[in-house]
């Protein structure tokens, strides 16, 4: 919704500066129709700046920089299994702000129960 909004604010924000650019570049105040625009574009950007990051680490299925104590203490919980040998892979990313998944390879002593480490 915040997108939404957003997107809403920045499209009046851009059109009201197209009326005051316009206004300004009839009369004797054409350096504002130059500097008017550029401090919309200013604004916009510092108003979107975190939607446009979370974004991208989305789709680019980047790790935020939020969860990182909350993986180590998951993978530390999961090396303390005692089945467990070690971690050869991991792969973390973010699907929503708040939710990670995850894709853990993992080696576990022989003739230990599989199922213990699974859950």
Known sequence: MHSVFLHFFVDFLFGFVTLMTSFFAEG???IFSAILPLLALSFTVFLTK???VTTFKLLLQ?????????IRMVVS????????????????WGLTTGSLVCNITVC???NSDSSAVQT
């Open 28 to 30: 004797d105040y054409v």
């Open 50 to 52: 975190k939607l446009f």
């Open 62 to 70: 980047a790790l935020p920089i939020d969860d990182e104590r909350g």
């Open 77 to 92: 919980e999961i090396t303390s299994l005692k089945e467990v040998v070690k971690i050869s892979q991991q792969h973390f």
């Open 108 to 110: 576990i002593r022989k």
